[in-house]
């Protein structure tokens, strides 16, 4: 399995993989038009050429990122796919050179994996919570942030 930048025309594929499980409450839903002007920040895994799973690398501030959108189709999971998105990340984070690297999430073992620890979230910079207004679950949050320092 290779990991490749996401194309454009992965979007609309990527826009249907993050909201159905957004719709079952595990990550935050994405409009496809935000898929588009993000294009740059996400990385997909692709079997027969079909999308399969998706990640995003988003760039916070001179010295922050954060993963987001890691979504990896059903019958896919448990195939070390998930490891390999958040890897890629971690690597497109040194190569940019953005020494930490956070996230959101109700899965905190795939990352701790990969040497995340927990934080608590009020230890975050604000400007991070700018998009948490669209989340259902606002203002209470109910995920888990965990950092690591690449």
């Keep these: 399995m290779n990991v490749d930048r996401a ?6 594929t990527m826009h ?10 595990e990550m935050l839903p994405r ?6 002007e993000n294009i740059r920040d996400y990385f997909v895994v692709r ?12 760039v916070n501030w001179l010295d922050l990122a954060e993963i987001r959108s890691l979504a990896v189709h059903e019958k896919r999971q448990k195939q070390g796919i998930g490891s390999l998105l958040v890897q890629a990340c971690l690597d497109e984070a040194k190569k940019l050179g953005i020494p930490t690297v956070f996230c959101l999430t109700y899965k ?4 701790e994996k990969h040497d995340f620890h927990l934080i608590d979230k009020t230890e975050l910079p604000h400007k991070i919570w700018a998009e948490c ?3 259902p679950k606002f203002p209470n949050c109910d995920e ?3 950092i690591r320092h690449v």
């Excluded at 249907?16 to 409450?25: E, M, S, W």
């Excluded at 905190?108 to 990352?111: I, R, S, W, Y």
């Design 31 to 36: 409009a496809l038009s935000e898929i588009y």
């Design 133 to 135: 207004y669209r989340c």
């Design 108 to 111: 905190p073992p795939l990352f």
């Design 47 to 58: 079997d027969d050429g079909q999308v399969v799973a998706c990640i995003a690398l988003h």
């Design 16 to 25: 249907q993989l993050i909201n159905h499980f957004a719709d079952k409450g």
């Design 7 to 12: 194309k454009v025309s992965d979007a609309t």
């Design 144 to 146: 888990v942030a965990l």
